[in-house]
């Protein structure tokens, strides 16, 4: 909406032109109003209407069965967080962490900090850093989990989507800049389903802390499956503003 906001000659007849607007949430549709979007709905967030890979989740939990110690998952980094996050790692820790770079072109750099790789192999006993080089595979990745830090929020980048950490029951970290999804991320807050810190080495503090914690990892992957339960039904209001349009 700032964005349209600087081009507002242009943006508000556009936006009066247009039959119909879906909006996730009332302050959306309120600056969408102020924008000259005459009917506006409020339909929700259609990221809460997507449902994990059951398969997925199942084999990250054997995945991570198997490998018998906890795991950090590093979700959707982007570049120089990897390097922030493991900064305050200690050597002699059991903990595996997981690195997921949101950009597949970045394998090859991120693999220069692993260990290992999930394409070549299991990581061994002594790896602390896994790669976890695959596509499409984000639901195992929160299914092996026992936290999930949120990358693009430690860089000025606005955040990653934390929605599908949150429906498979992942404790969710997210560091100061989640702009991007910043209403998802004050529902999963005040859930309890999610901590927001001011940095990386908080966020690997925080993570620790709560792998000492089995009741609260529990209470937030239960927050977090409830929340997104509570918030779906986006894509039935979005038909129904098409069925409205199109009279059907």
């Not at 220069?112 to 002594?126: K, V």
């Not at 986006?234 to 503003?241: D, F, G, S, Y």
Request: aromatic content about 4%; overall charge positive.
């Amino acid at each position: 909406a700032q964005g349209y906001r600087r081009w507002r000659a242009l943006a508000q007849p556009a936006f009066a032109s247009l039959a119909a607007v879906c909006a996730q949430s009332v302050a959306d549709a309120e600056r969408l109003r102020l924008l000259g979007a005459r009917s506006v709905d409020v339909t929700g967030n259609l990221k809460f209407d997507a449902t994990p890979d059951r398969t997925q989740v199942a084999a990250g939990a054997a995945w991570r069965k198997t490998l018998g110690r906890p795991v950090i998952l590093l979700a959707s980094t982007r570049e120089g967080e990897e390097s922030m996050l493991l900064a305050p790692r200690r050597s002699d820790s059991p903990v595996l962490i997981v690195v997921v770079p949101r950009h597949q072109r970045r394998f090859d750099e991120v693999a220069a900090l692993s260990d290992s790789r999930r394409s070549r192999q299991m990581p061994a006993a002594t790896d602390r850093v896994h790669l976890g080089d695959s596509m499409g595979e984000m639901a195992f990745y929160y299914g092996a989990c026992d936290v999930a830090i949120i990358g693009g929020s430690f860089a000025p980048l606005g955040g990653q989507n934390l929605i599908e950490a949150l429906a498979t029951g992942a404790p969710v970290i997210v560091g100061p800049h989640m702009y991007n999804f910043a209403e998802a991320t004050e529902l999963a807050l005040r859930a309890g389903a999610a901590i927001q810190v001011t940095d990386a080495a908080a966020a690997m503090s925080t993570a620790l802390e709560l792998l000492a914690n089995d009741a609260k990892r529990q209470r937030m992957g239960e927050a977090g499956r409830d929340l997104c339960n509570a918030h779906r039904g986006a894509t039935a209001r979005h038909l129904a503003t098409c069925r409205r349009l199109l009279r059907v």
